[in-house]
């Protein structure tokens, strides 16, 4: 059984979406980083990959091909202070998962590993 069936399927990765982009939303490091004024389309490609990812549907993949991450995310200059304000939301969203403690810690590691990998700027 993969993860993404374990705990739930994509009711609790579009909660997890939810909560981190709530934080987002009002955040003055990460908030300029999108353009679109609705973050409705970011959070929703964020939950089709963190979906598929982790063993769900294939949509993110079928709309918009090969995840590709620094290459998707290479338009913006991300830091350790962009790192860490992603992290800090994302960790809040995390924790609020009503999951077992052993997949909350598997997510939690790959999105912690994710995020070091996307840094594109010197310190």
Excluded: C, K
Excluded at 46 to 73: D, I, K, N, V
């Amino acid at each position: 059984m993969s993860l993404y069936e374990r705990v739930g399927g994509a009711p609790v990765f579009q909660q997890l979406v939810a909560d981190f982009y709530e934080g987002v939303a009002s955040d003055p490091v990460l908030r300029p980083l999108y353009e679109e004024e609705d973050l409705a389309p970011a959070a929703r490609r964020l939950a089709m990959f963190l979906e598929q990812y982790w063993g769900g549907p294939t949509t993110y993949s079928e709309e918009r091909g090969h995840p590709r991450l620094r290459m998707r995310h290479v338009t913006w200059q991300i830091g350790e202070r962009e790192r860490d304000a992603w992290l800090s939301h994302m960790l809040s969203a995390v924790s609020r998962l009503d999951v077992a403690d052993d997949d909350r810690a598997a997510i939690w590691d790959h999105l912690e590993r994710a995020a070091h990998t996307l840094v594109n700027v010197p310190r």
